[in-house]
Structure formats: C-alpha cells, structure tokens
C-alpha cells in the first residue's frame, strides 16, 4: 500500500511569487492535512480536509489556502512568497472519520526554498 | 491550550542499550492521543507508536515502548536495543477531537553511537 506521496520534493521561488504543493494521500484515506515545519517555529497546523471541505484551520495568513478533489488529493497553495515561507511542508493523511481520523501518517514532504 | 514540551533537545545511546525521550504535556481534556513520530535526515515524519488516553495499558511496538503517566501528563519512550538506524530527530505529539489537529513539542535529537 503505497504511503502518503508529495510533489514536488524540492523546489526554489522568488519572492513575490505562489507555489503549488500536491498531496496524494493514502488509498482510502479521506482526510488530508498540511504542516509547516522550519526552525524557529516548529512543526505549526496549516489546515485540514475532509471531503473536499475545509475542516480546520491553523493560524496562518490568508496567502496560505489549500484545496481537496473528489478523489482525496489535495493540494496547496501559497501566494505572494516571502523569505519566511522557506520551509519543509508535510502532507498527512488519516482515514478522516470519527474513528480514524486521529491516527496520521505524513509524507516525505516539499521543501521550499524561497530567495 | 494545550502544550507538549520536550526537554531534552538532545541525547545519545550506545549501540544496543536502552534509552528514554521524555515528553510532558498540558491539557484539561480526558479524551486525546498522544504519539511519538521520528524523524531521519530524509525528514519524513513516520508514526513510531500510539498511545489512548483511556487506556492504562502502556503501549508497545517491538523495541519502542512508552510509560504513559496520565496523572503527572508525561508520556516518555523507551527505545530498547538501540540501533544505528534509530539516529534521528523523535517528536511527541498530541491530538484530541476538539483541537482536531497534532500539537508536537520540539523534537528530541536522539545519536546513537556504535
């Protein structure tokens, strides 16, 4: 069974520009969430979904945004990059349902270098 | 809000002994789940072992096992026979249904030394 899946793996913008980061999620997983990780500030919640919906949200401003499709991939989005949005960007997927939705795996993750 | 506090920023292990991560929290709620993922180079994070707050039962996965003490809010892991390929970064985390989402402390840089 194939694990969490992301892409692109590497990838170097300027500032001022977006990036998009994709997400495959575990088969049969319908909850995708998204996490920052960088040194300062630790690993922080972006945000989760669920069927397509946006189920929660962390405390990142609205240049942050991400999407879900009707076959769980999910995708996210980051517009207007600054220097502080270089980070390590982890995918996490769980089943997404009462039961499962508190045990998550994560991907391999995309960093993002922004210069 | 709830916080997970690691505190020991780094730690080192011989090759095939024993050794523990500690790992406190703080939360007014009964119902969570508290986890340690690790972290090689690569940087993926992979679920080492799970632990409900309702059970008393200490969990066990092979040579990781964790002395959960619901009381005193600490949640360590035991890593027995340690092996080189246990070298990395080890973060607890937390999750209940109303936060929804994994709290992690800051990591714990675990070297193993042959």
């Known amino acids: 069974k194939a694990g969490v899946t992301q892409t692109p793996r590497y990838l170097i913008k300027t500032r001022g520009q977006q990036v998009t980061l994709s997400c495959s999620p575990i088969?049969?997983?319908?909850?995708v969430s998204w996490y920052q990780q960088t040194p300062g500030q630790g690993l922080q919640f972006l945000f989760e979904y669920f069927s397509e919906t946006q189920r929660n949200k962390g405390n990142f401003p609205g240049r942050f945004s991400g999407r879900q499709f009707s076959n769980s991939r999910s995708e996210m989005n980051v517009s207007t990059l600054e220097l502080g949005d270089s980070a390590l960007y982890l995918c996490?997927?769980?089943?997404?349902?009462?039961?499962?939705?508190?045990?998550?795996?994560f991907g391999e993750g995309s960093w993002l270098t922004v210069v | 809000a709830q916080t997970v506090t690691q505190s020991q920023p780094e730690m080192s292990v011989q090759e095939a002994e024993t050794v523990t991560l500690s790992c406190t929290y703080d939360t007014s709620e009964s119902d969570y789940y508290l986890f340690w993922y690790k972290q090689p180079p690569s940087r993926q994070m992979i679920l080492v072992i799970r632990?409900?707050?309702?059970?008393?039962q200490n969990a066990t996965e092979n040579r990781f096992s964790v002395n959960f003490q619901k009381a005193a809010k600490s949640f360590s892991l035991k890593i027995s026979d340690s092996q080189l390929g246990d070298a990395a970064m080890y973060f607890c985390?937390?999750?209940?249904?109303?936060?929804?989402?994994?709290?992690f402390g800051t990591g714990t840089r675990l070297q193993v030394f042959p």
């Open positions: 985390a937390f999750f209940s249904y109303n936060t929804d989402k994994l709290i």
């Open positions: 632990q409900e707050a309702y059970k008393q």
């Open positions: 996490a997927s769980s089943l997404g349902d009462d039961k499962g939705r508190n045990t998550i795996y």
């Open positions: 088969s049969g997983h319908r909850s």
